[in-house]
C-alpha cells in the first residue's frame, strides 16, 4: 500500500489527470488545487482564515503518527491543515487524510517555495517541532518577517510526561522571566495548581527509543526518493547502527552501575556534586550555550571544583543516555581525576537519577531539564547556559566559583510555584510518541490553558473542564521510582 502511495506521487509519474511541477511554484502540492505560479513581492496578503478557524501549515514535525493526530484535532476544532511532506514518515498525514505539498529541491530553495505556498494557500499558522531545524528556522524566521502566527513543539520540561508548546511572541524564556518577575512582585494571580489526569499507560522510554529508531530507519531505507532531505542530525545509517550497537554495549556493560544507587544514597550522601551531562549534539548546546563541546564543559567545572569546592567533597559526571552510544567521557575524566590525587572525579551511567540528586550538595549543569528536576528534589543547581528555568529565588545567580561553598538550597514553595507556571503557561500533559492520559483528543495531550480551546473542539474542551471540577489528587510530577526517592512535586 505505501509503495502504491509513493509510486502514486508526482515523481513517479505523468500523464491525464496526474499533477505536474508548476513552472515557477518549486514544489509539488500533492492534493489540487495545484500551486499558482505567479511570483510574490510586497507586503504579505490578508490571512484567509476559514470561517472557524486558521489555515496551519505543519512544516518540519517529529513523532509524525502523534503531528498527524494533532492534526486531526485541529481540523475537528475548525482549522485548515496541511503539512509539508519532506520525507517517508511524513506520508502517515496522508493516510490521516490531512493535505500535503510535497517538498523534493534543496534546502536553499525552501525560502522561496514556502513563500510562494503561504502567497497561494493563505496559510496564516505555521507549526514546527523544534524551531532550530532546517526548514524550521526558515519557516520561523519567515513568520517573523510576514507577521504570521508560529507554533513551536518540543519535548517538555517536566520529564517524562510532558510536552512543551509556545508561540513565537511568548518564548519560554521571554514568557518565564516575565511572569515568574510579576508573580514575585505579587502582580499577578499565584498559577492553579496542575491535576495530573488519569493515566492509560505509563511513559515508556523503550517505547519512545523504538518509536524513533523506527521512524529513521524508515526514513533512510526511503532516502533514495528524498535525495535533497536534510535534518539537524547525521543521517547516515550505517553511522547510527553502528553507535546503536555501542549502545546496547555499554548498556549491558554498565548495568552493575545500578549498584551505586545505595552507596550514593548511604556512604556519599551529602558528599558530592552531581553533573549530568546533556546530548553533544543538542542545540540547547550549540545554540543556547557559549560552549563548544561538552568536553570544554566538564574541563571548566572541574578546573573550578579543583580550585574553589571543598576538598573532601567529590564531583560525579553523569552521561546523558542518549548519547552513551556516541561519547565517552571515562578517559577524559579519569585523566583529569588522576590530576586531583584520585577519587575525587567519578563517571556513571545507570545510576537512579533522583537519587543522585536528592543526595548531592548541588547539581552544575548547562541548561539541561535535569536542572528542574534538581529544584524539584530541592537541591542547589547552577547553569551556565541559557535555561528557562535560570530565575532568581530558584538557581544559583553567582558564579561557579562561588557556588561550591555558597549556594542555598531553594524553598519547595518557590520550586511548586514555579512547577505550577510552568504547567499554566507551556507544558502539555501527554507525549506525541505516546497517547497516555484519558483527555480528550486523538493524541490524548492535555494542553495548557492558552492553546486547549485552539486545538480541541469546543465539545471537547468543555468535557475536559467538567472532568477538572472533579475532586482528584494533585500530583505534580511523577515518575517510576524504584521504590526509592519519589519524583514529585508539590507533596
Not at 112 to 122: A, I, N, S, Y
Amino acid at each position: 500500500m505505501l509503495w502504491r502511495m509513493l509510486s502514486d506521487s508526482p515523481s513517479f509519474r505523468q500523464g491525464p489527470g496526474s499533477l505536474v511541477e508548476p513552472a515557477a511554484g518549486e514544489g509539488w502540492v500533492l492534493h489540487p488545487p495545484a500551486a499558482r505560479t505567479t511570483k510574490w513581492s510586497g507586503d504579505p496578503p490578508p490571512p484567509r482564515t476559514t470561517a472557524t478557524g486558521k489555515k496551519i501549515l505543519i512544516v518540519q514535525g517529529d513523532w509524525e503518527a502523534g503531528m498527524a493526530l494533532l492534526a486531526q484535532d485541529l481540523e475537528d476544532a475548525g482549522h485548515e491543515v496541511g503539512k509539508v511532506l519532506f520525507c517517508a514518515p511524513d506520508y502517515v498525514y496522508r493516510l490521516k487524510g490531512i493535505r500535503t505539498h510535497s517538498f523534493r529541491k534543496p534546502l536553499e530553495e525552501f525560502d522561496g517555495w514556502l513563500r510562494q505556498l503561504v502567497r497561494d494557500e493563505g496559510y496564516d499558522t505555521f507549526f514546527l517541532y523544534n524551531h532550530y531545524r532546517p526548514y524550521n528556522q526558515i519557516a520561523w524566521n519567515l513568520a517573523e518577517e510576514l507577521d504570521l502566527d508560529c507554533q513551536v513543539f518540543e519535548l517538555g520540561l517536566i520529564r517524562p510526561n510532558c510536552v512543551m508548546v509556545f508561540d513565537r511572541q511568548n518564548t519560554p524564556l521571554v514568557a518565564l522571566s516575565r511572569e515568574w518577575e510579576k508573580l514575585l512582585n505579587d502582580e499577578r494571580d499565584e498559577p492553579a495548581p496542575e491535576e495530573m489526569p488519569q493515566e492509560l499507560c505509563q511513559v515508556s522510554t523503550p517505547v519512545k527509543m523504538a518509536s524513533f529508531c523506527a521512524n529513521f530507519l524508515f526514513s533512510r531505507l526511503t532516502s533514495p526518493l528524498f535525495p535533497n532531505f536534510v535534518d539537524q542530525r547525521d543521517m547516515n545509517l550505517w553511522t547510527h547502527f553502528k553507535h546503536g550497537m555501542i549502545h546496547l554495549w555499554r548498556f549491558l556493560e554498565r548495568g552493575r552501575d545500578a549498584e551505586l544507587d545505595e552507596v550514593i544514597a548511604g556512604e556519599w550522601s551529602g558528599t558530592y556534586y552531581a553533573v549530568p551531562l546533556q546530548v553533544h549534539s543538542d542545540t540547547q548546546i550549540t545554540r543556547c550555550s557559549n560552549y563548544d563541546s561538552i568536553e570544554q564543559f566538564i574541563k571548566e567545572v572541574v578546573t573550578s571544583f579543583a580550585n574553589h569546592a571543598p576538598a573532601d567533597t567529590k564531583l560525579i559526571f553523569k552521561v546523558h543516555p542518549m548519547d552513551r552510544g556516541y561519547k565517552d567521557y571515562a578517559d577524559l575524566i579519569a585523566g583529569l581525576d588522576l590530576r586531583l590525587g584520585g577519587g575525587r572525579l567519578i563517571y556513571v551511567d545507570r545510576v537512579h537519577l533522583p537519587t543522585l540528586l536528592s543526595n548531592s550538595l548541588g547539581v552544575v549543569n548547562i541548561n539541561s531539564s535535569v536542572g528542574i528536576s534538581g529544584l524539584v528534589h530541592h537541591a542547589p543547581v547552577i547553569a551556565l547556559g541559557t535555561a528557562v528555568y535560570d530565575l532568581p529565588k530558584l538557581t544559583w545567580q553567582g558564579g561557579l566559583d562561588e557556588f561550591w561553598t555558597k549556594a542555598k538550597r531553594p524553598k519547595a514553595a518557590m520550586v511548586t510555584r514555579f512547577i505550577h507556571l510552568l504547567l499554566e503557561l507551556n507544558q502539555g500533559r501527554g507525549t506525541l510518541s505516546q497517547r497516555c492520559f484519558d483527555v480528550p483528543g486523538r493524541c490524548r495531550i492535555r494542553w495548557p490553558q492558552p492553546f486547549q480551546r485552539s486545538f480541541l473542539a469546543r465539545e471537547a474542551t468543555e468535557e475536559d473542564e467538567i472532568a477538572d471540577d472533579a475532586p482528584t489528587s494533585r500530583v505534580l510530577c511523577q515518575t517510576a521510582t524504584r521504590g526509592r526517592v519519589p519524583d514529585r512535586v508539590g507533596t
